[in-house]
């Protein structure tokens, strides 16, 4: 949560951006960042799995096809997640704000699919638009196994609309100073 708003507070976006960079190079950069160490976070548990196949002499995933993809939807949905903290910390100033932005947004994102339930609508088709862009449900494809382009095409499209999202409001935010 602190990628721009840290910025914005301490007042050192102006520095930033009259060094010798693009906005886009600042977003992306900032981006990657996240991504990189959202991807350590995940770091020990391929060591736990490595530790487990050395001590044991066995594959501690059986099928090593559902545990590859399940970790690869898993960084789908991190690049998504995080490009939304990425926009809510160039919102705002304060960390918590931005923390809570981002947390109602993926919250939401999450619970988008149970809007048909709770609405009691009964068309197959309005349920079936809101499956597709249920989490829930494209981690059960892709823990068995199963991979399917259509997240790939959701997570990354919605991952480079919120970062050029991103992109807009630090130069709004930039020339409005």
């Known amino acids: 949560m602190r990628v721009f708003s840290e910025e914005f507070r301490m007042g050192t976006l ?3 951006t009259t060094a010798p960079v693009t ?3 600042i977003v992306l950069s900032k981006f990657c960042g996240v991504m990189f160490f959202y991807c350590i976070l ?13 001590i044991t002499g066995h594959s501690a995933a059986n099928a090593s096809g559902a545990f590859l993809s399940t970790f690869l939807l898993l960084f789908l949905m ?19 704000i ?19 339930l709770v609405m009691n609508i009964s068309a197959p088709a309005i349920r079936e638009i809101f499956s597709y862009f249920s989490p829930a449900e494209h981690m059960q ?8 382009t259509r997240p790939f095409v959701w997570y990354l ?10 992109l ?9 100073t």
Request: proline fraction near 4%.
């Open 157 to 166: 499209s919605m991952t480079s609309l919120v970062i050029f999202l991103t």
């Open 78 to 96: 991190g690049l998504f997640f995080c490009s939304i903290g990425c926009f809510a910390s160039a919102l705002t100033k304060d960390q918590i």
């Open 141 to 148: 494809d892709f823990s068995k196994g199963l991979i399917d």
């Open 42 to 54: 995940w770091a020990p548990s391929f060591l736990s799995f490595a530790a487990f196949q050395y």
């Open 168 to 176: 807009q409001v630090l130069q709004y935010r930039k020339w409005k």
């Open 23 to 25: 906005d886009w190079q």
């Open 98 to 116: 931005a923390a809570t932005i981002s947390f109602s947004l993926i919250l939401m994102f999450v619970f988008l699919p149970f809007l048909p």
């Open 14 to 16: 102006e520095t930033l």
